[in-house]
């Protein structure tokens, strides 16, 4: 096992090695992470840095004892005694009824073209001049006082899994951002925010003088707050906060939440937990999407939900072991890193 490996030969080969040191199954994952990203204040250069790492991990099984273990040094010593390792551990974890890979009739066939990679990593300097041409903008709105500095990055991964029960898949995907944040106002009235955008393409991504602008506006906006008498009205929520209660009604639904009863929605299937006429779509095959991914960490193919239709809760998130505990089909939300989902 080499480092020139890819993700999926890496996450094939745990497999094999697991199983002949004794595993009765295995699935391994396998991620190669790119990163380049430059820091810009104040018309400077602060920091241009570029990472890259290989992160692994295996799950094994023995009857239904199971034991995760991660590296991030693919060599062929660390393997050996990854593997091992991981085997050793498993015979005397405690029994789970629950545990197992998905079944091999559930599993994906066919990994869909969803244009998550935008396969164009940029120059440093193409980075530097979106930063500065951000950071000028944001600076050149009426009220800013200072700058916190902007941002821009580019970010690639691949992604990878394989299976002893047979599955074997990987993708790739990039994202590219662009960052600003501004003070605006003096003293005790200053205020600060900004503004941040991140798409697949960079192409998608508004101009860096629209990103500054709007990061400049927003800390102006802040300026000089109002007290509003106390009354009823309708609330209107910008659209970062909107994306944080979006992310408090998945965590609500996930199964490891309702199986272990710590949800506050755990009673709340079929009953309306939003005004009607809302409906919360779930679409992991949006083309170019951020949250897009063609199976999840288990294997399984993804596909479109109405999470909430009509206001009214309608599924919960499974993976295959929360699935087998409530006696219910698994959904393909399994999500997995390397060390365990």
Avoid at 45 to 72: H, K, N, P, W, Y
Avoid at 302 to 319: A, M, S
Wanted: aromatic letters at 4%; a negative charge.
């Amino acid at each position: 096992m080499t480092e020139i490996s890819s993700p999926l030969e890496l996450a094939g080969q745990l497999v094999e090695r697991a199983l002949k040191a004794g595993a009765d199954s295995a699935d391994a994952t396998a991620f190669r992470d790119t990163s380049l990203g430059v820091n810009w204040r104040l018309g400077e250069l602060e920091e241009l840095e570029r990472s890259e790492s290989t992160d692994m991990g295996l799950r094994v099984f023995v009857g239904q004892r199971q034991a995760i273990v991660s590296t991030t040094d693919p060599s062929d010593d660390t393997i050996s005694e990854l593997v091992e390792r991981a085997v050793a551990m498993a015979k005397i974890a405690p029994e789970d009824e629950f545990a197992g890979l998905a079944e091999a009739d559930r599993l994906a066939s066919a990994i869909p073209e969803l244009e998550l990679d935008a396969n164009d990593e940029p120059d440093p300097e193409r980075l530097m001049e979106a930063a500065a041409e951000a950071e000028d903008a944001a600076r050149a709105v009426e009220g800013v006082t200072n700058s916190e500095g902007a941002s821009s990055g580019w970010h690639r991964i691949n992604s990878a899994m394989a299976a002893s029960n047979g599955f074997s898949g990987s993708y790739s995907g990039t994202s590219s951002s662009i960052a600003a944040s501004v003070i605006a106002g003096e003293g005790l009235g200053m205020e600060r925010d900004g503004e941040h955008r991140v798409a697949r393409y960079r192409s998608d991504l508004p101009s860096p003088a629209e990103i500054g602008t709007e990061a400049g506006r927003r800390a102006v906006r802040k300026l000089n707050p109002q007290k509003l008498a106390t009354q009823t009205m309708p609330v209107i929520f910008d659209d970062r906060s909107a994306r944080s209660l979006l992310g408090h009604l998945i965590g609500g639904i996930t199964g490891p939440a309702i199986t272990r009863g710590t949800s506050f929605l755990k009673d709340s299937m079929g009953e309306a937990v939003f005004a009607p006429g809302i409906t919360v779509r779930e679409d992991p095959h949006k083309l170019r999407g951020l949250r897009s991914h063609p199976f999840d960490g288990e294997g399984l193919a993804t596909r479109g939900y109405d999470l909430i239709d009509d206001g009214k809760l309608t599924t919960w998130l499974l993976n295959c072991r929360s699935a087998r505990q409530l006696g219910l089909e698994p959904t393909g939300h399994a999500t997995r890193g390397t060390s365990g989902s």
